[in-house]
């Protein structure tokens, strides 16, 4: 079964600072990524994503993430980081078998806040 | 365009008791995946629906069940509720049935506490 690993559960920030978040997924066929946010109070909403191509994805809100297949990692980066960027963060992998099922999965998830 | 929209909201049960959740996808999904949201085990994936038909289920227990009907808006039942059956309930929407370049968008959940 497959399976999504994020490493910090728990990250403080100040403004400006940067950010990197750990993703790294057990699953060795072809996979589709993503990372959501989750503001407080708010939905799930998707920060962007890697199908194929350019491993280096840029999404909303001067996110990117680097898919790195080899090491099965998928990290998401923001170099400099505002306080509207507190959320939960959650990477996630969508990957099927050869039977067409597939069960999407995600990962514990981040809780980030950034301090003013 | 409208989003993912669920109901209702907020529910306050019994244990025994049981409980039917509603989905609206966006206008023109046909799929339909449900979530079930705790802090201890994160997102975990109930079942997914596509033209009225379950298309994908993940471990959990029979009590879960779901439907869909032909304008896609899904329900959610859960039977004979449990206090670990307090969640946060996710429903989301994709255009097509498929996980691969396949993007779901999330309503903002039903909030279920059992007593």
């Known amino acids: 079964a497959q399976s999504v690993s994020q490493h910090n559960h728990h990250v403080i920030l100040s403004e400006a600072a940067s950010l990197e978040l750990g993703c790294n997924y057990s699953y060795g066929g072809t996979v589709n990524l993503f990372w959501y946010v989750q503001y407080p109070g708010q939905h799930l909403q998707l920060l962007l994503k890697y199908f194929s191509g350019d491993p280096l994805v840029k999404g909303i809100k001067g996110f990117e993430a680097e898919f790195i297949k080899s090491k099965f990692s998928f990290n998401l980066r923001k170099p400099s980081v505002q306080w509207s960027d507190t959320a939960e963060y959650f990477c996630a992998v969508n990957a099927g078998d050869s039977g067409g099922s597939y069960i999407p999965t995600f990962g514990r998830g981040t809780s980030l806040i950034v301090h003013p | 365009k409208a989003g993912v929209t669920q109901t209702p909201r907020y529910l306050i049960k019994t244990r025994g008791q049981q409980v039917t959740l509603s989905c609206s996808p966006i206008s023109g999904h046909r799929s339909v995946s449900w979530y079930q949201q705790t802090p201890g085990q994160g997102l975990q994936f109930l079942f997914e629906?596509?033209?009225?038909?379950?298309?994908n289920k993940g471990n959990f227990p029979g009590r879960f069940s779901g439907r869909q009907f032909s304008n896609s808006r899904s329900e959610m039942n859960v039977s004979t509720l449990e206090l670990g059956d307090s969640a946060l309930y996710l429903c989301?929407?994709?255009?097509?049935?498929?996980?691969?370049?396949?993007?779901?968008?999330f309503g903002a959940g039903t909030r279920l506490s059992v007593l």
């Open positions: 629906y596509f033209s009225e038909t379950q298309r």
């Open positions: 989301a929407s994709s255009l097509a049935l498929g996980y691969n370049k396949n993007i779901q968008y």
